[in-house]
């Protein structure tokens, strides 16, 4: 007795399709030209897949690449701030005490352009740290020693008393405030600032 491949009926030997639902009764052995085993079949989609992911990393990589070669060449960089729900606030210019200074000293009004009312992520030593008349601030400069003039006065709200009772003079610190005014006489005045 032979059986059907398809549905398992009982059919007579000699059929070359099942009187019952049609199929073909002939075995496909797996030698034959043009057949491609399960296995080979099924490493298909993988070996594709596996070249798309590569060709999306590659263009990934093409497009950082490119965005960190525009970045370095500007004065001062931009980067996000994550916020409490883990999205990004306005981005914020990270740039050093010393680029900062230097700008505001060499054209106010295209600095003050560039910085105040911005969130800037200043890097620097700490020239000074004090609680003068109840303002909570820092001093900073470009690690220049004593004979800095120009700093950063970067003012903290009280909640930040304790962090910054551990810092020491001449420290390097990483402050991202609010730029008030870089008109201030003796440097730039920031504001609402936190410590990094």
Do not use: W
């Amino acid at each position: 007795m032979k059986y059907c491949l398809r549905c398992a009926r009982e059919i007579g030997e000699g059929h070359s399709f099942c009187p019952y639902c049609g199929t073909s009764q002939k075995e496909i052995k797996k030698n034959e030209p043009g057949h491609i085993s399960s296995e080979k079949s099924s490493k298909i989609p993988i070996i594709v897949g596996i070249i798309v992911i590569m060709a999306v990393v590659l263009i990934i990589a093409a497009f950082v690449e490119r965005a960190n070669t525009i970045e370095s060449n500007n004065s001062y960089k931009t980067v996000g701030t994550p916020t409490r729900d883990n999205s990004f606030s306005a981005p914020v210019i990270a740039v050093s005490a010393r680029q900062i200074l230097s700008d505001f000293n060499n054209n106010e009004i295209r600095a003050g352009d560039q910085y105040n009312g911005k969130r800037v992520r200043i890097s620097g030593c700490a020239a000074g740290i004090d609680n003068m008349m109840g303002v909570l601030s820092i001093n900073i400069n470009s690690c220049g020693g004593d004979f800095d003039i120009d700093y950063v006065r970067a003012q903290f709200p009280n909640s930040a008393k304790e962090k910054l009772s551990r810092l020491n003079k001449g420290q390097k610190v990483v402050v991202e405030c609010t730029i008030d005014d870089g008109g201030d006489i003796m440097g730039v005045a920031a504001s609402n600032c936190i410590l990094k």
